[in-house]
């Protein structure tokens, strides 16, 4: 029989870990859970024995939450992490997940929802390695949606890929509305459906929204799937250029969507070439991309900041973002005058678009 | 008793987690620091590191034809900002805390 997984808890109070302790040890599985009431002691319990799981509180004295998170994502980068805190806030929610949490509770939500925590911690401690969407297992947004339809759910499914934030509508089991990237009805359901991974949530149900999709949710998907499948198999030289230049043009209203003047895609070192719109400078400044990319990485690495988020920069002339992105780093610039506040979302956006 | 001791304080240091720098310090143009408010006790190794290495990023960008007047890399739990002065730079160092913003 397999030993059971170790869950590691972390919090500063001790009266909370007593009760988590208590109540992480019944569940199904029958994990070995240890608890700390310091960051420091947390990372040495970490670094003596192997854990599945953290779950750790944000607002802690000396080191808090997110510092550990990120240290914790870069030394031990198969460790799954929950955030249980008090602090309501959404940009602490938001501001954890960018350091690759994999679930962010309330401790009210828990005390108040514990059945479908307790549920989550379970599917964290079983899961593999696998891709698709958190919370459904191997599924993808399709499987997710036919079952939501099937079971005849009204519903709302709230879709997070990144920064981009997307809603499906489903009433009686129909599909109704649709909300992503700025559009609505099919057009946003179809960009949703090219999503290859995210989060998902169900909210309640507006039984008041007005319907703006009326095709069968069967045939949309049928759709989806042919159209999927002629982008990934071109079957002719001319469906090809075709399709390259619809790419071409999705990503200059992107760029123009977002008030942006030029992006370089950055492909790691040797494979392959950048791509950019907006500028001739394409060598220079990707050349410039990869050496910020790594001097920044470098640096992180020494001081043990955790990951690099993106670099900003400015002269008289532009505004820059450098945003890493999976294997890709991006140069965005933007005009002097763009709102600088709002460039790392509209920054991200982007780039989460990009590759769609 | 010796033997316990020695035993302890190898655990003790494989465990220990070095503190994020905070402060500002000024660099001359080989990256080497000047002047500092960082805490004497964090290594000058490697706030000579942060130095040379922002000043890269001024040096490549100028050779790429975008002569940056600030750059800032914003990690996890750590924020560096760098403006060029004549002949260095002065970088400011943010630790990031649950109690900052994203942008400060």
Known sequence: MDAPHKILVLDDDADWLELCHERFSQLPSGPDVRTATSSSRALAMLESEPFRLLICDLKMPRMDGLQVLSIVRR???QLRTVVLSGLEDEEFRSRAYALGVDLFWLKTDMQRNSTMF???????????????????????????????????????????RGPLVSKLWLQDGE???????????????RRILAWKSGTFENLPPEPGRPRT??????????????????????????QFISASHRKTMWKLSLLTGEGAEFVVAVPPEGLGEPEALGTQAVEPLAAWTRHAVKIAKKIGDQLEAGPLSHIAAHNLDKQ????????????????????????????????????? | MGFLKKLFQAFRSRAAVQQLPSGSMTVDRDGLVVTTTVSSAYPQALLNEIGSGVLSLFREARAAQIPLAEVSLHFGSLRITAREIRGGAIIFLFPQTARSTPNN
């Open chain 1, 118 to 160: 307790v549920e989550c911690l379970e599917a964290l401690l079983g899961r593999d390695d696998d891709g698709g969407f958190r919370g459904v297992q191997s599924k993808s947004l399709m499987d997710i949606i036919q079952m939501e339809c099937l079971s005849r759910n009204s519903t709302v499914l709230r879709i997070t």
């Open chain 1, 320 to 356: 820059y973002l450098v945003l890493p992105h999976g294997e890709k780093s991006f140069l965005v610039g933007w005009p002097p005058e763009a709102a600088a506040g709002q460039l790392l979302e509209q920054g991200r956006k982007l780039i989460a678009s990009w590759d769609s």
């Open chain 1, 213 to 238: 999709i009326t095709k069968p949710i069967n045939a949309l998907l049928l759709e989806s799937a042919q159209t999927m499948d002629e982008n990934a198999n071109p079957s002719s030289e001319t």
């Open chain 1, 75 to 77: 030394r031990f980068p």
């Open chain 1, 175 to 189: 599909l109704i509305d649709a909300e992503a990237e700025g559009a609505r009805g099919e057009v946003a359901f």
